[in-house]
């Protein structure tokens, strides 16, 4: 029998936690997501040496904006300044950005920036994918309406219909911050994905843990529905 290659490709994390970690320390919870934005720079030098393709972090999902008004400011504003700070090391890295989501509908000037980004990161070879005002059951929806408008709704049309369709296949999603649930996160894309929860609040999720979660998914059989 063909031994499986069990190296992950496509690693999607729900980074979640910052506010809590920010509770536990008696910091203000803006602090929690600065602390937040630093374990994102640390993993993304981390995905060349990991051998990933492709790492997709949910950063913005639709249902973030019923959050305080002031709190959601804080987020875009740290937006602005990630963007900003980091994207001379993207392109010293050989990082590809990628935007999945209705991003087009943030601020006008963070729109501006992340056109500007998308364009200078193009030629990457290795694709840092982030969620941005995103949600699976309305990329689903998308995805199906603009395949039935091409008259061809099979599973084959709606994967490339669907934001992640220049992506490998998804092969691992975490969770930080002990939940176990997708919060409406890559739906379709985890179908046949390795799933890993770990209690680790995201402020404090490291290289060292994504390595060990490779290495944990470097053990598991996938079956993709056989035996």
């Known amino acids: 029998m063909e031994e499986q290659d069990q190296r992950a490709r496509h690693v999607a994390i729900i980074m979640d936690g910052n506010g809590r970690w920010a509770k536990r320390k008696g910091l203000p919870r803006a602090i929690g997501h600065q602390r ?22 949910y950063a913005f ?5 019923r959050r305080p008004e002031d709190e959601v400011d804080d987020l875009m504003n740290l937006m602005r300044r990630f963007i900003k700070s980091d994207l001379p ?15 087009q509908g943030l601020a006008p000037d963070i729109v501006e920036m992340l056109e500007d980004a998308l364009e200078q990161t193009a030629k990457g070879a290795r694709t840092l994918a982030v969620a941005l005002n995103y949600g699976s059951r309305q990329e689903i929806v998308r995805a199906a309406r603009l395949a039935a408008e091409g ?18 296949p998804l092969d691992l999603l975490i969770r930080t911050s002990g939940e176990v649930r997708l919060s409406n996160f890559l739906l379709w894309q985890a179908a046949y994905a390795e799933m890993l929860f770990v209690d680790t609040l995201w402020p404090d999720f490291t290289p060292e ?4 979660a490779l290495d944990d998914f470097a053990q598991r059989e996938r079956r993709f529905g056989g035996r």
């Open 89 to 103: 090391e993207f392109i010293a890295n050989d990082v590809r950005l990628k935007i999945i989501g209705d991003w």
């Open 61 to 65: 999902s639709s249902e973030n904006w």
């Open 36 to 57: 937040g934005v630093e374990a994102v720079r640390k993993l993304v030098r981390a995905v060349e040496p990991m051998g990933l393709d492709c790492l997709t972090l």
């Open 151 to 168: 008259q061809e709704l099979t599973e084959e049309a709606l994967d490339r219909h669907l934001y992640t369709n220049e992506l490998p």
């Open 209 to 212: 843990h994504l390595q060990a």
